[in-house]
């Protein structure tokens, strides 16, 4: 065997992000600027922006769950440990960072509550049922869920949980900095500290993101309840998240630091992971509807109507085969998680199939498009808008990759990830 294989390597002196990744940012921010364009002149021929409100949640939800999704990933890689996370840390802690931006776009949601939720439009639900404007099942849910499903509790509510998230990503990032300055004699102290709080954090994420993602998506079907529906989008950003972190670190691969890091083993095991999330996430997803379908009580097949009948099926199917068929099938291949271009490939497809599905989740919510699927140019807003939204996000995503070394150099599996390929099987 030659010297390279038998000895391990050393990092290089430079641990920035490589030269390219400014060229993501000026892509991406091209992207966002034609797809902005793009969906003016659709609203345009629409003549209604209608479909550019809903297609905004779907556009938030996408950066949310990029971001917030990418704080619990931190924090479950603090508590679980494992090499994984000295791959995958900076670009989750550069997810985190973009919060301000999620921030703004949820604040464009609020303004426009009354145009995508019937408890926002309808301060007096039996006015508006004697008007003809709602249901009588729909007059009777906005009248019992008023306390919680109200403007004022939608802004409070939604101000908390930015706080405790901005609180949690600033003190894992600067910690992280922090950490990197003071020798490796510190390192089971900061992994202690780190563990303490990421371990309560992922209590307090799972329980203020629930709370999110009832009143931005739940909510906009009011009569519509599910004990899972927050365990369904935790696991959603978790493959999303995954999926983006893979990819943005196999791109990375192509130069230095990361190149020099990322070993097949490791590569394989990130194939491993996002395979968990693959079936985490359809083993839900059926359980709420094998539970919903074996009851079969009126007001709770509803929502699964609206999202069958009408030409919809089409979409259930296609979104079953996008989001779990496919890459349950690609993943399923040893060669295909030990080779960079087809596990990009497949990690890109997961973000495509998580768009897919969030799109079958908000789109049947109202009452012209639930069993009711059709053609029209304002649908196509759920393209435009999201694509835009998202390049703008990859952008800034971009530029946080770039204001700090992409190595955690105070860790305790830097050694072990840069010895030679067969030292571990």
Not at 206 to 214: P, Y
Not at 316 to 344: G, Q
Request: include cysteine.
């Amino acid at each position: 065997m030659g010297h390279a294989a038998t000895h391990a390597k050393s990092l290089p002196a430079n641990l920035d992000a490589p030269g390219f990744v400014r060229g993501w940012q000026a892509r991406a921010l091209m992207v966002a600027v034609l797809f902005t364009v793009t969906a003016v002149v659709l609203a345009t021929l629409d003549h209604s922006a209608e479909h550019v409100y809903r297609a905004w949640v779907v556009g938030l939800m996408l950066c949310f769950g990029f971001c917030v999704g990418g704080l619990a990933m931190l924090m479950l890689q603090y508590v679980s440990g494992g090499k994984w996370g000295l791959l995958l840390r900076r670009p989750l802690e550069a997810m985190t960072r973009t919060l301000p931006l999620v921030f703004v776009y949820w604040v464009v949601t609020g303004l426009w509550m009354k145009k995508l939720y019937l408890w926002a439009r309808f301060s007096d639900a039996a006015a508006a049922l004697k008007a003809g404007l709602i249901t009588e099942g729909e007059a009777h849910a906005i009248e019992w869920k008023r306390p919680m499903l109200n403007p004022e509790m939608f802004w409070v509510v939604g101000l908390i949980c930015f706080g405790i998230w901005a609180f949690y990503a600033w003190r894992l990032n600067s910690w992280g900095l922090k950490r990197d300055t003071q020798d490796a004699s510190t390192t089971p102290y900061w992994i202690r500290k780190t563990e303490n709080l990421s371990g309560f954090g992922l209590v307090v994420y799972a329980l203020t993101m629930t709370a999110a993602v009832i009143y931005w998506v739940m909510s906009m079907d009011v009569t519509w309840y599910s004990s899972v529906y927050g365990l369904l989008f935790l696991v959603g950003e978790g493959y999303q998240v995954l999926a983006l972190a893979v990819l943005t670190t196999l791109a990375l691969s192509k130069e230095d630091p990361i190149q020099t890091m990322l070993r097949k083993t490791e590569q394989y095991d990130l194939g491993k992971f996002m395979m968990a999330f693959v079936m985490l996430n359809i083993y839900l997803a059926f359980a709420q509807f094998l539970i919903i379908w074996s009851g079969n009580l009126p007001e709770e097949i509803v929502w699964y109507m609206h999202r069958i009948n009408g030409h919809w099926g089409v979409i259930a199917t296609l979104d079953f085969i996008f989001h779990w068929l496919i890459p349950f099938a690609l993943l399923l291949s040893r060669d295909l998680k030990t080779n960079k271009k087809r596990l990009m490939r497949v990690a890109q497809w997961m973000i495509f199939a998580k768009f897919f599905d969030l799109f079958w989740l908000v789109e049947p919510n109202f009452k012209d498009a639930g069993s009711n699927l059709h053609f029209s140019w304002g649908i196509l807003e759920y393209i435009a808008v999201p694509v835009a939204m998202v390049s703008l996000w990859v952008a800034y995503y971009s530029w946080e990759l770039t204001r700090r070394p992409l190595v955690q150099t105070n860790d305790p599996h830097l050694a072990e990830i840069l010895e030679p390929e067969h030292a571990h099987a």
